[in-house]
């Protein structure tokens, strides 16, 4: 079946460090591709999303590129700041319903 | 204007107690869901509604029950809570079911704690 593997957390960083937080998915088929954001105490937010090979999803300064031949989609921002601290989880979707990654919680030191 | 909005937020009621979530969602969404998150984080599908209809009823014990009136709700009722019924329950809508490719819209979650 589907899966998608992350890696765990937490990660810890200074404030405009470079982030990477890597993912790789198991799927049957063309799966649709997504990282989620979850802030304290809040519900899960779509950050960004890819539907095809070699697609680069792109928001608020994070990127991650669907790679088929490694079945990878790794998060990646240039600078991190304070207020992105947060868990994020990675996502497919094979159709009719999506399976999550077991999230990594990112701490940004000011 | 809340996107999808589930009352309440937080619940806490003893073992054995009978109490229902409910979730509305005003996007026009086909689509719908009931996600269960552990206190490790962890997400797992429970029930998905397709303009009313379950297309998603995973391994979840018969104690819990959705029902979806119309297309923009969908509420979880559960029976004889035990203590390992406590997590965060999420809501989601999303447009299609079938490609998945919009990815979901989250209500903010409902913290279940059964003592």
């Known amino acids: 079946g589907n899966s998608v593997t992350q890696m765990e957390g937490p990660v810890t960083l200074s404030e405009e460090a470079f982030l990477t937080i890597n993912c790789t998915y198991t799927?049957?088929?063309?799966?649709?591709l997504f990282w989620y954001v979850q802030y304290p105490g809040e519900g899960l937010q779509l950050l960004l999303k890819a539907t095809k090979a070699d697609d680069k999803g792109s928001n608020k300064g994070f990127e991650a590129t669907y790679r088929k031949e490694t079945t990878s989609f790794h998060l990646e921002k240039g600078s991190v700041q304070v207020s992105d601290s947060a868990v994020y989880f990675c996502?497919?979707?094979?159709?009719?319903?999506?399976?999550f990654g077991a999230g990594t919680r990112l701490f940004v030191k000011a | 204007d809340t996107a999808v909005s589930q009352t309440p937020k937080y619940l806490v009621t003893q073992m054995g107690n009978d109490k229902s979530i409910k979730c509305e969602q005003n996007l026009g969404h086909d689509t719908m869901y009931w996600y269960k998150q552990d206190s490790k984080k962890f997400l797992k599908i429970m029930f998905s509604?397709?303009?009313?209809?379950?297309?998603i009823n995973e391994t979840v014990p018969n104690r819990f029950s959705p029902k979806s009136p119309d297309k923009a709700h969908l509420n979880l009722h559960i029976n004889s809570l035990e203590l390992g019924d406590s997590a965060v329950y999420f809501c989601?809508?999303?447009?299609?079911?079938?490609?998945?490719?919009?990815?979901?819209?989250f209500g903010s979650g409902t913290r279940l704690t059964v003592v």
């Open positions: 799927a049957t088929g063309y799966p649709s």
């Open positions: 509604y397709n303009n009313k209809e379950l297309i």
């Open positions: 996502a497919l979707n094979g159709g009719f319903k999506t399976i």
């Open positions: 989601a809508s999303s447009q299609r079911s079938d490609t998945g490719e919009n990815g979901y819209t």
